[in-house]
């Protein structure tokens, strides 16, 4: 079976769209319920009726989860605790601005946005995803959406500028309720919420008569709806992957390539599993005149070795047994399929248990290399249009609301003009590369080839120094002091 086959057997209301099932069918590869919906488990290989049901409408008993492990491993490698990036503020004379830092350091703190960006990584990698930002009594909250009920529109001029959003999906009447939308008759109902450059425009929930919902079936909620003139829309649309079409909503999905890889080896190592429990109670097989006449034997030959089995002479009894030669092939053909998945999805192909000593830095990345630049792709759609998307906007809305409070303190207005991302290397380096990398830029410094400013932000990512133009002056400040030392 391969995803396109499974995919259509996948129940999803006629009355989404069809970007909405193909998101949605990708979620269920990311949690591991792509087979959830097939009701016959693997080892039942008869229906009620005797009939024989086919392999591909059984549910495998092995999954191996493959994409969720290279989608776990890329978004470890793009915003875990060790490579979170930091964030540098520049005034526009190149000068690093470190008050502005610092505000935005305790900003990122305060709000969670690590966690937050993390978790948005995991779920966009399906293709997309969407953070909400905005002021709710003054209070800072970012949201994460999942893009399949968000249908944007983009500017024409500029692709990566959203004009508009639409959020609709369907709701029934207790989880309206739950959300304090008020009291409705049992029913499923269409709710729908639209987010533009100045106003956020609440409707009233439609009741689903109907497979689409019209636009004159909606009615505002004045109650609900407010203006909050940002000039620009207070969503952060992150697309995946670059793909094809500039002007799509979704870009490439992480893992999307290697799903049919994954779907043959959890079928392949299920039926593997089969082939060893028969191996361990195998099928009787008895011969003989008596045996072969219909009701002869009227109690059930029990198969153990406690029990002893007694046949007419001239009978014979066998095991239907196999040799293990079939579940060696299958478990070499399961790591070629483990191999080629992995592979095309940029995965880490890299057996930990074969490495007998530690490695460099530089070693552990040309171990992992597809890794990296798998992650280095998303460093540009999750850092550059995502993380700093989402302080400029913060920024704005500082600019808008006044005393605008993140966890209970007030934030001031910040200005999120000139900010730029360092990213840390990929694993830390053991202190042979860090003394590596101090003679290469001290003799650099010396040969008169880099200034000292040059020099530590060349050692920045190693030393995660938070202000060069400080760092620099505590060590003139140390050079003055033991030339003075050495005076004395």
């Given at each position: 079976m391969d995803w396109n086959e499974l995919r259509k057997t996948m129940v999803f209301p006629s009355c989404l769209p069809q970007r909405t099932c193909r998101l949605l069918a990708l979620e269920r590869v990311l949690d591991g319920s792509l087979y959830d919906h097939i009701t016959n488990p693997f080892f039942r290989s008869s229906d009620t009726d005797g009939s024989y049901i086919p392999i591909n409408r059984r549910r495998p008993s092995v999954r191996t989860n493959l994409c969720s492990i290279v989608v776990e491993d890329s978004v470890s490698l793009l915003f875990?605790?060790?490579?979170?990036?930091?964030?540098?503020?520049?005034k526009p004379n190149g000068i690093t601005d470190v008050e502005r830092e610092a505000s935005f350091h305790h900003l990122i703190m305060d709000s969670g946005l690590p966690s937050i960006m993390e978790q948005a990584a995991v779920l966009g990698s399906v293709g997309s995803v969407a953070l909400l930002v905005q002021a709710i009594d003054k209070e800072l909250v970012i949201e994460i959406k999942r893009t399949c009920f968000l249908n944007p529109v983009f500017s024409l001029s500029d692709p990566r500028r959203l004009v508009y959003v639409r959020e609709q999906y369907?709701?029934?009447?207790?989880?309206?309720?739950?959300?304090?939308?008020?009291?409705?008759e049992p029913g499923q109902y269409w709710f729908t919420r639209d987010f533009t450059e100045t106003e956020t425009i609440w409707y009233r929930p439609v009741l689903a008569t109907s497979a689409k919902l019209t636009e004159n079936e909606l009615e505002r909620d004045e109650e609900r709806s407010i203006q909050h003139h940002l000039g620009m829309v207070p969503v952060v649309w992150i697309r995946n992957l670059p793909g094809t079409d500039p002007y799509a909503p979704d870009g490439k999905s992480t893992f999307s390539v290697g799903i049919d890889a994954m779907i043959d080896a959890d079928?392949?190592?299920?039926?593997t599993v089969r082939g060893l429990r028969y191996s361990a109670d195998p099928t009787m097989v008895l011969s003989g005149d008596e045996y072969q006449i219909p009701g002869a034997s009227a109690s059930v030959i029990m198969k153990d070795a406690a029990q002893a089995i007694s046949i007419p002479q001239g009978s014979d009894a066998k095991l239907l047994e196999i040799n293990g030669t079939g579940a060696s092939a299958s478990l070499a053909m399961w790591e070629a399929l483990r191999s080629l998945a992995l592979e095309s999805m940029h995965g880490n192909r890299a057996h930990g248990d074969r490495v007998s000593a530690a490695q460099s830095g530089r070693a552990m990345e040309l171990m992992c290399l597809g890794l990296t630049w798998l992650t280095d792709r998303l460093r540009r759609s999750y850092?550059?249009?995502?993380?700093?998307?989402?302080?400029?906007l913060v920024g704005r809305i500082s600019e808008v609301v006044p005393d605008l409070q993140v966890a209970g303190k007030s934030v001031g207005v910040l200005d999120a003009s000139g900010?730029?991302?360092?990213?840390?290397?990929?694993?830390?380096?053991t202190f042979a590369d860090m003394q590596t990398m101090a003679n290469a830029v001290k003799a650099a410094q010396e040969s008169h080839s880099v200034s000292m400013e040059t020099a530590i932000s060349m050692m920045r990512p190693a030393t995660r120094v938070p202000d060069v133009r400080l760092e620099m002056e505590k060590i003139l400040s140390g050079l003055r002091c033991g030339n003075l030392d050495k005076k004395l």
């Open positions: 875990s605790s060790s490579h979170w990036p930091l964030v540098v503020v520049r369907l709701v029934n009447a207790d989880d309206l309720e739950k959300s304090h939308l008020g009291s409705f079928y392949l190592l299920s039926q850092g550059d249009h995502g993380l700093l998307n989402v302080l400029r900010l730029s991302l360092v990213w840390p290397p990929w694993f830390e380096p």
